[in-house]
């Protein structure tokens, strides 16, 4: 597998530290507020990663932090009369929330900043003790940059080359501009803990780097992110951990693409800024998932309204055609009939989609790649019911049907449980008053107001055939005839896509 490593600027093979398992790393957000879709292809991209290592076989463990002390949380805080504690509480319970409704898998460990205050004045200390971190006269502890050979190494940036103040803050206790705080002090007003330096708190680079090493273990395989956290947030964590533990911090660095709107970069000044709750609200989950996967994670991506509307019908064409192939699995199957060319051709369709799928993401999680070979196999799949609705060979379509399921759940789209959650579950009710049937499923009870249809207008029923329809009719969905007999569709919902 090819994984592209952004410290060496090119792909390299994933040999893992030890054998079969992957350790990985995605900083996680600081909760002050919702997260924006910017935020989320990023947590989407390493989802859909993390899914596909295991599905390749890897033990894969992943950690993600809350950073839940920062000045942006401090500063909502002192605006809200409320406690920094208070605001990281609501919106770390919100981002979790998000993230499940995302279909974002949690991850193993999930450390928060203020519970790991011991883990980060330990490698503090070791720091300090190495001479890679001094205390200034205001009771802050820096980073020593200058003594660190290596600095730049991540982000190929020269020491003398940088210029301060660009995303550095500039304060005059600093040696040089590009020290970085390891540990704060306190602040009237702040959130603070007892340290040999003073009372304080933690700085941002600080607490991934002690995280990663408690929890996982340095080095890790991967350590992921946005590129906007190259310079200086993982420079500075890698620099951390090369000083305190003579190790690097990981061995491939993988960043994801920054998230556009129409083209031009996302910001609250030109309204185009949108929190993923808000997109989520409106639109499905596979539906906005689909939309980000159709990008490389590496790439740009460029998101709009229109587009996403777009990917609803694909989500549909998708979802039409495994139920369609279920269906006729089900309804249509010729047990007897011999091979023909189409089922040949089909399931060829199904192992070319297979191999396609995998050398795709193969090849640095080439997720549009994959999604392509599912289309392919989609088209394969609708010619071939086109062909033989009434007539497939059951092994055939169910392949299909299972292939395409299964190669969607890697990414996250889960096709299968909204195809079975489909019919509305009073169907159930009305199947036991209308059809004398009082089943458990949706499926059965489908069928048995079909079959009693079709009875009442074979006995020339007519008023109870109708009532049947009109009943049906009333739940939003239609009574489809197909070479296999009559089903029950979604209204409004192409049968065929
Ligand atoms: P933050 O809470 O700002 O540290 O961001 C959380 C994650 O989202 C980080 O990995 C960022 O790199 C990433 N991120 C921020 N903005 C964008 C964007 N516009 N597109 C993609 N990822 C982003
Ligand atoms: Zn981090």
Not at 172 to 181: H, I, L, S, T, V
């Amino acid at each position: 597998m090819l994984v592209y490593n952004s410290q060496h600027h090119k792909k390299e093979e994933l040999i893992p530290i030890e054998p079969g398992k992957i350790r990985m790393y995605v900083c996680g957000p600081t909760v002050y507020d919702h997260i924006h879709i910017g935020n989320a292809r990023t947590f989407l991209s390493f989802d859909v990663i993390r899914r596909y290592l295991q599905y390749k076989g890897f033990d894969v463990t992943m950690a993600q932090n809350l950073t839940d002390v920062d000045d942006k949380i401090i500063n909502r805080a002192h605006e809200e009369g409320r406690s920094s504690a208070e605001v990281a509480e609501e919106y770390s319970n919100a981002f979790i929330d998000i993230m499940h409704r995302f279909g974002v898998e949690d991850p193993d460990i999930r450390p928060r900043a203020t519970q790991e205050i011991e883990a980060m004045q330990d490698m503090i200390l070791t720091l300090i003790q190495k001479g890679h971190a001094y205390v200034a006269a205001n009771g802050d502890v820096y980073f020593s940059v200058r003594s660190d050979k290596n600095y730049g190494v991540l982000s190929g940036r020269e020491l003398d080359q940088l210029r301060a103040g660009e995303r550095v803050e500039v304060n005059e206790d600093k040696r040089d501009p590009f020290d970085f705080a390891l540990w704060k002090s306190a602040k009237p007003g702040e959130p603070s803990w007892p340290s040999p330096w003073g009372e304080g708190r933690p700085g941002w680079h600080t607490e991934c780097c002690a995280m990663i090493h408690r929890y996982l273990g340095t080095p890790i395989d991967i350590h992921g992110g946005g590129q906007d956290l190259v310079f200086p947030h993982h420079e500075n964590e890698t620099a951390q951990a090369m000083c305190a533990w003579d190790a690097p911090l990981a061995h491939a660095w993988m960043h994801t693409g920054m998230l556009r709107v129409d083209g031009e970069k996302m910001s609250k000044s030109l309204g185009n800024f949108y929190t993923l709750k808000e997109v989520l609200d409106k639109y499905p989950a596979d539906a906005v998932r689909l939309l980000m996967l159709q990008t490389h994670y590496r790439a740009p991506l460029d998101f709009s309204f229109s587009r996403l509307d777009g990917t609803l019908g694909t989500l549909e064409r998708l979802r039409g055609c495994v139920r369609n192939l279920m269906w006729a699995a089900q309804n249509s199957a010729q047990p007897t009939r011999e091979l023909t060319n189409s089922d040949t051709s089909l399931a060829a369709a199904v192992a070319q989609a297979r191999t396609d799928f995998v050398a795709q993401m193969d090849d640095d999680f080439n997720t549009a790649g994959g999604l392509a070979a599912i289309f392919t196999l989609t088209t394969a799949a609708n010619t071939y019911l086109d062909q033989h609705m009434g007539s497939v060979v059951a092994s055939v379509a169910t392949d299909a049907a299972n292939t395409l399921v299964e190669l969607l759940d890697v990414l996250g789209i889960n096709l299968s449980e909204s195809i079975h959650n489909e019919l509305p579950a009073e169907l159930i009710t009305l199947s036991a008053s209308l059809a004398n049937y009082a089943g458990t499923s949706t499926d059965e009870a489908a069928q048995a107001l079909l079959n009693a249809r079709q009875q009442a207008r074979a006995e020339k029923n007519w008023a109870l055939a109708d009532s049947i329809r009109d009943a049906i009719a009333e739940l939003g969905l239609t009574i489809e005839d197909t070479a296999a007999g009559p089903r029950l569709t979604v209204k409004g919902r192409a049968a065929r896509g």
